[in-house]
């Protein structure tokens, strides 16, 4: 591929919200002075990208290229770039730009950028130009928003991390869970599963709350000491008051009361889990026992880093079925039926 000129590179997009997704091209700008281009070998399906597909949070911008749990390898880089090298192991989340000039940017928050980050996809960039994400070949990014996923990490099971590792890292670090902190994961899907692996690598004692106990024997493996399905009303009575920390990665409208119930004095109950539908709370669940209710949002560069370090240190990857492009489709219906075993990453030398 070209590094001078906007090139067509194949991808694949729904065209329209709701669309299935099929294999087409899509523009990429020329590699610019600080832009890396990068050869993409794997891409994650993050429920995030089901929910922009189907339009579930609105404004979406199609036709849309999803993904941003990027891993792959440099293939060229511009002339003022000093972080990368050609051949070097890279990854590419959420977002790729913000103003930088914030107080959020200039603290390594980026992802609360005042103006907005730009997103990796489903965003217009500061030429007003779509940007399209990581379900295809290349993508030219600058160095800035790259991270470099280290030796210890193969790049199959480093992807998911690039969102999923650092949607769990960000808060988990926050909150200080670790040695003497309970913590629960409620949901384990692609989120979840990396929760469960980084909290207890944190030295957390870590529950899981899922639906069922269809998953318990993965869960104890995945580093959870305890395992309860939220269909029994009798865990929401045995577990109360238990938890220093409870994170929610559901993705659908969750009652959030019964689960400020598990929280200890002083606990924090944070979701992750972006659903379309609003949920309502009664706020007597967190006056009583002053509660904390927040949210968290990825994590910035920086932090992203440390998260890979982290990971590469403890042996922490995702656990991925690799599909080929050909199967997103269907991989989207398993997500939706929370089918999934823990990421789907789609192996980019298929699209
Ligand atoms: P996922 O793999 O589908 O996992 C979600 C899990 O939630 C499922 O595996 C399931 O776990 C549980 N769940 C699903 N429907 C449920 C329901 N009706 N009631 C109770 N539990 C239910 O999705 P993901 O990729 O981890 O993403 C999870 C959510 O986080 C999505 O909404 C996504 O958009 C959002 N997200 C947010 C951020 C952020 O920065 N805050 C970043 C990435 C993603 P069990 O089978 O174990 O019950
Ligand atoms: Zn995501």
């Known amino acids: 591929m070209s590094v001078t000129q906007v090139t067509q590179v194949a991808a694949y997009a729904a065209p329209a919200a709701k669309a299935p997704l099929e294999r087409t091209t899509v523009p990429r700008r020329p590699v610019g002075e600080h832009d890396v281009l990068i050869e993409i070998k794997y891409a994650g399906i993050c429920h995030s990208d089901i929910h922009q597909v189907r339009d579930g949070w609105g404004e979406g911008i199609y036709p849309m290229v999803p993904g941003h749990e990027i891993a792959g390898v440099v293939a060229e880089v511009g002339p003022g770039v000093t972080k990368f090298a050609v051949g070097d192991h890279v990854g590419v989340g959420c977002f790729v730009d913000s103003c930088r000039e914030c107080d959020y940017c200039l603290r390594g928050q980026e992802q609360y950028c005042v103006k907005g980050m730009t997103g990796t996809y489903n965003a217009l960039d500061k030429q007003g ?128 009361d019964a689960y400020l119930g598990l929280l200890k004095v002083d606990g924090a109950l944070v979701n992750v889990g972006a659903p379309e539908e609003p949920v309502e709370v009664n706020l007597f669940s967190v006056i009583q026992g002053r509660k904390t209710l927040a949210g968290s949002m990825i994590g910035g560069i920086a932090e992203t880093q440390e998260m890979l370090d982290f990971c590469a240190e403890h042996g922490l990857g995702s656990e991925i079925e690799l599909i080929p492009a050909s199967e997103i489709n269907a991989a989207y219906d398993r997500v939706l039926a929370s089918d999934v075993r823990y990421r789907f990453v789609i192996d980019a030398s298929t699209i």
């Not at 944190?202 to 024997?217: I, Y």
Request: glycine letters at 12%; charged letters at 15%.
């Open 129 to 256: 130009e779509p940007t399209y994400g990581g379900y295809s070949t290349h993508l030219v990014v600058d160095e800035n928003y790259t991270v470099r996923i280290p030796d210890g990490l193969s790049l199959d099971v480093a992807a998911p991390l690039l969102c999923a590792g650092i949607t769990l890292y960000s808060p988990l670090k926050h909150w200080q869970a670790g040695p003497g902190k309970k913590v629960a994961i409620v949901g384990l899907g692609g989120l979840g599963h990396m929760g469960v692996k980084i909290a207890a690598a944190l030295g957390a004692e870590v529950t899981v709350l899922s639906q069922s106990l269809r998953k318990q024997e993965d869960g104890l493996r995945l580093g959870a000491s305890h395992y309860y399905a939220t269909s029994d009303e009798a865990t929401f009575e045995k577990l109360a008051g238990s938890f220093d920390l409870v994170v929610s990665t559901v993705s659908a409208p969750l009652g959030l």
